[in-house]
């Protein structure tokens, strides 16, 4: 099974400032796009075969404000993308992986994920992505 980083996720307060770094480097930066179950608003900039991933939230309730105030802005999570995200999640809790829900979540774009809790990844927010995008 090989697997590659599909983007780093970075949580910001405001997208329009924290774009300009990316426009400044010269980046393509993709449209903004609403992710309701995640209560984020995202951009993504493509960097080679990654991408990095940029989050503000769209609520005082999601994840990523609630990270905002804990921890201020920065690296949120890294996403592996595996090729069957079902096998790989099956087998993580066969081996006892903390996951942060037992299911797999669809995203925008219909993409599966899930996410590994920090206590199971040494203290990295890990987030499984499926496909070949
Ligand atoms: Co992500």
Redesign the pocket.
Known sequence: MTLAI??L?IAVKSLAASKAIYEKLGCSISPEEVVEGEQVRLVMVPMGESRL?L?EPTSENSAIAKFLAKRGEGLH?I?LRVPDLTAVVERLKRENVRLVSNEIKIGAGGHR?VFIHPSSAGGVLL?L?EGGH
């Open positions: 599909d983007h996720g991933e989050l999570h996403s994920y987030e992505v």
